[in-house]
């Protein structure tokens, strides 16, 4: 019977037949008798296989939490370079950037919302026995910011930031349980040129992200809230009702309204309203000053040359302080999940212990905006690095340590290889590392006071003055 070949399992785990003369294992069937060998050999695997095992068992790999993600490079370059195009557009637009702790005390947010609002919020107790909520927007706590601090500044004041918020719902494409958000407020401005600004930015943003389809819904809450108080629905249920018609729920607003002594037709012609969409001609059949208002909202946006947005009165916002205007963006390539900005016109301060003072403002859904554009099929390119300084021999790499820092020094995206690589490989992690250049530090060259600069796209190579390399680098990299 011919010997089985000595494989590395089979060195491992002792069961190497080859004989005594195996020259990788040198393990054979010894003195035993081949029955007795055999099941030694049992034993061995058994020991092994636990051996193994165990370990695996208790180090199972742990993922992130449930509606969170990791960002990997790759990703995390291109959300950066996305992130610097709001930032961009809100810094041209005169707003000034924010931070707020990531976490609130979670009265913040049930204030105006109500206790029930816990259900949806990441709330724990803290060692000091504190109500702590990770924040599920940041409006509540700009304009907590606002009250502690900036409420004599002088207004209005423009105010813009970015982050993750957190807010425990049911995970699925488009809506995490950890996302981020770009926001602005204009704090104490209440004039349709206040909304204006703000949806004009609003819009910019979408497009200075490069997204192609999208539509911007203006409405009126006030318009809603009126109607819904002029038929008899109790102040403190006004939000129940606004959460159906939010979600065109009309079947379940039925009878929650006749429970609230609404009349059938009342009933009817308050889900007629909401269904009040088209172009400015809509406006006239918007009653009260609520038409006007949003006519100069419109007139404004015009001046500045943003595409008139739809007029539509069923745009009702999941969030209860809204009082005016409110606005949504979506983008239809999202499918159920394709709301990526929405805002509005909105008082807090006075919940907080503040003066009352109204603002407007809105948050773009930064997750959901690159979901969209990676619909649209927008590819984002990775931006590389200038240079990766790599060596010849091994003789000199003191010295390209020291090339490689000038680089640096010079402003210049310079990586160098740190691993002792032959000249081959460190080519390679040149080009996985989307180096424009390789600069190739070699003995003869440094003779001369030169390295060879090799386009990594082309291949070419010259021998250029180490004296020059930055300039040189800098010259054709084409960039400012
Ligand atoms: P919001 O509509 O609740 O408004 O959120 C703004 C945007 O955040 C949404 O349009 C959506 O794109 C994104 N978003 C919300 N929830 C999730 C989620 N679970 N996963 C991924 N993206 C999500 C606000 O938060 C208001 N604070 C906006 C505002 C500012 N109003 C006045 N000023």
């Not at 296989?49 to 370990?55: I, K, Q, R, T």
Request: with cysteine.
């Amino acid at each position: 019977m011919p010997r089985p070949r000595c494989v590395a399992v089979a060195r491992i785990i002792g069961t190497c037949r080859r004989g005594p003369k195996c020259h990788r294992c040198h393990r054979g069937r010894g003195l035993l008798s081949s029955s007795t060998n055999d099941l030694c050999i049992l034993f061995r695997l058994y020991l092994w296989v636990g051996f193994l095992s165990v370990p695996y068992i208790d180090t199972a790999m742990i993922q992130c939490p449930r509606g969170t993600r990791d960002f990997l490079p790759d990703e995390m370059e291109k959300r950066r370079f996305y992130e610097g195009r709001l930032r961009n557009v809100a810094e041209t637009f005169g707003f000034r950037e924010i931070e707020t702790p990531i976490f609130e005390d979670s009265e913040l947010f049930i204030l105006r919302s109500g206790p029930n609002v816990l259900k949806e919020l990441y709330a724990f107790e803290d060692k000091g026995g504190r109500s702590i909520a990770l924040r599920p927007e940041m409006t509540a706590p700009a304009i907590r910011m606002f009250v502690n601090g900036m409420s004599n500044d002088p207004k209005p004041i423009k105010i813009f930031y970015f982050g993750q918020c957190f807010r425990y719902e049911r995970p699925q494409s488009g809506r995490y349980r950890e996302f981020f958000q770009f926001g602005a407020e204009i704090i104490g401005g209440a004039t349709p040129q206040t909304d204006a600004e703000a949806i004009a930015m609003a819009s910019s943003m979408l497009r200075s992200l490069g997204l192609k389809d999208y539509r911007l819904r203006i409405g009126h809450i006030g318009v809603l809230r009126q109607r819904i108080a002029d038929i008899g629905v109790p102040k403190e249920r006004t939000a129940e009702v606004l959460q159906k018609l939010d979600k065109k729920l009309y079947d379940e607003a039925r009878p929650l309204l006749a429970d609230m002594g609404v009349s059938e037709d009342d009933a009817e012609a308050l889900f007629k309203l909401t269904e009040t969409v088209g172009g400015v001609e809509v406006l006239s059949q918007v009653p009260g000053e609520a038409g006007d208002w949003l006519r100069q909202v419109v007139a404004y946006l015009e001046a500045m040359g943003v595409q008139t947005p739809e007029i539509d009165l069923g745009v009702v916002r999941g969030l209860d302080y809204y009082t005016g205007m409110v606005f949504e963006a979506e983008a239809p390539a999202l499918g159920a999940e394709k709301q990526i900005c929405g805002g509005g016109s909105y008082t807090l301060s006075e919940l907080f212990g503040g003066e009352k003072v109204f603002s407007t403002g809105f948050a773009v859904g930064f997750d959901r905006a690159l979901l969209a554009l990676e619909k649209e099929g927008a590819v984002y390119e990775r931006r590389g690095i200038d240079a990766y300084v790599l060596c010849a021999s091994d003789d000199v790499r003191i010295r390209a340590a020291g090339i490689a820092a000038d680089l640096r020094a010079a402003g210049l995206s310079t990586d160098q290889d740190i691993m002792d690589r032959k000249m081959a490989k460190a080519m390679k992690s040149a080009s996985s590392a989307c180096a424009r250049y390789a600069v190739i530090v070699g003995a003869r060259d440094l003779e001369n006071g030169e390295v060879t600069l090799r386009d990594m796209a082309t291949g070419e190579q010259s021998n250029v003055l180490i004296a020059d390399l930055a300039s040189r680098i800098r010259g054709e990299r084409g960039r400012p």
